[in-house]
């Protein structure tokens, strides 16, 4: 995930830089230019903004899914231990069932 934010920040960056120098190297008044910089600027950190929502969507949908399939996971896994957990205890009492007989018997 951080190359993908440092992807983000040097497209933003480049994006930025490069509209900068083509603005300041144009044939234009000075009062013109910096408004076309100034608008420039606003495009371009609206789209970052944008790009961060999608981003910020993704990665929350992400854990929302991890979140559920680690629940399940965990529903899953509760159940087959109490499963076991009563097996045992089934097993047990009929051992001690068995045991309790074999001693009432008398020998002979």
């Given at each position: 995930?951080?190359?993908r934010?440092?992807?983000?920040?040097?497209?933003?960056?480049?994006g930025?830089?490069?509209?900068?120098?083509a603005?300041l190297?144009?044939?234009r008044?000075?009062d013109?230019?910096?408004?076309?910089?100034?608008?420039?600027?606003?495009?371009?950190?609206?789209?970052?903004?944008?790009?961060?929502?999608?981003v910020?969507?993704?990665?929350?949908s992400?854990?929302?899914?991890?979140?559920?399939r680690?629940?399940?996971?965990?529903?899953e896994?509760?159940?087959?231990i109490?499963?076991?957990?009563?097996?045992g205890?089934?097993?047990?009492?009929?051992?001690v069932?068995?045991?309790n007989r074999?001693?009432?018997?008398?020998?002979g």
């Amino acid at each position: 995930m951080n190359n993908r934010s440092d992807f983000v920040a040097g497209f933003i960056l480049g994006g930025l830089l490069g509209t900068a120098l083509a603005l300041l190297f144009a044939p234009r008044p000075g009062d013109e230019m910096r408004d076309r910089l100034l608008d420039s600027a606003d495009e371009v950190r609206e789209r970052a903004r944008e790009r961060a929502d999608e981003v910020l969507k993704k990665v929350r949908s992400a854990a929302e899914d991890l979140s559920v399939r680690g629940k399940s996971k965990v529903d899953e896994s509760t159940a087959h231990i109490r499963e076991s957990i009563d097996r045992g205890l089934e097993t047990f009492e009929e051992r001690v069932r068995g045991q309790n007989r074999s001693e009432e018997r008398p020998e002979g």
